[in-house]
């Protein structure tokens, strides 16, 4: 089983909709968590970090599901501007490894 | 956005040269991280660096050696690489090693074209 694993997609989603991805992990002992976006051909660049409460920055919210051992990203009232790939990362306690999974390509359509 | 910088942009190289990457950040972070981003496959770590002491070395061939003179520069020399070894070769950055949300920033990435 891969360490990180996410649905590559694509998801092709009307503008304004809302759209959520799932990340799962395979590590019991990981702590951190990351979302971050990547447009083609350039680098990761953070979105969110996954806190266990649960965190919210306008249209995304972040949450982590310590028991089934996901975090998800949900965006609303999508962008055209949010069309890009984006990445899961965990980090387990005690390891600065990040952890990625290979993402999940996002497409918003007018 | 100028935080984390990298050099050269894009690099073609034949398998018997030597060339080094340059990356550079000015966030005032302590730790430096390389990563390889190959096509269709997830971000790996290759090395971390934390006050210039290397932290971490994930099993990468000795092909490729880091240096890191101080916490704000880092570089990746290179030589008889392999055609796979052709990649998005990333920089990282992060304020300190051992938090528990220490979270990266990345450069923009050399583009490595190894022929």
């Known amino acids: 089983r891969k360490e990180v694993e996410q649905d590559p997609g694509p998801f092709n989603v009307p503008e304004g909709a809302t759209v959520a991805f799932n990340c799962t992990y395979s590590?019991?002992?990981?702590?951190?968590f990351f979302w971050y976006r990547q447009d083609c051909r350039k680098e990761p660049k953070l979105l969110m970090s996954?806190?266990?409460s649960g965190n919210e920055d306008g249209r995304f919210t972040a949450q982590l599901n310590r028991a089934s051992q996901y975090i998800s990203l949900l965006i609303r009232d999508s962008k055209l501007s949010d069309s890009a790939t984006y990445l899961c990362?965990?980090?387990?306690?005690?390891?600065?490894?990040?952890?990625f999974g290979t993402g999940t390509r996002l497409t918003i359509i007018p | 956005e100028t935080g984390v910088t990298q050099t050269p942009r894009h690099l073609v190289m034949g398998m018997t040269n030597k060339k080094s990457l340059k990356c550079e950040q000015h966030?005032?972070?302590?730790?430096m991280y390389w990563y390889k981003q190959s096509a269709k496959k997830p971000l790996e770590l290759m090395f971390v660096?934390?006050?210039?002491?290397?932290?971490e070395n994930n099993s990468v061939p000795s092909r490729f050696s880091p240096e890191c003179p101080n916490s704000s520069h880092l570089f990746l020399h290179l030589h008889t690489l392999q055609p796979e070894d052709s990649a998005l070769y990333l920089c990282a950055s992060s304020h300190q090693i051992g938090a528990s949300y220490n979270e990266q920033f990345f450069g923009p990435g050399t583009r490595l074209t190894v022929l």
């Open positions: 996954v806190y266990s």
């Open positions: 966030l005032g972070h302590n730790a």
């Open positions: 590590n019991s002992a990981s702590q951190s």
């Open positions: 660096y934390n006050f210039k002491e290397q932290t």
């Open positions: 990362a965990v980090k387990v306690f005690g390891n600065e490894k990040l952890t």
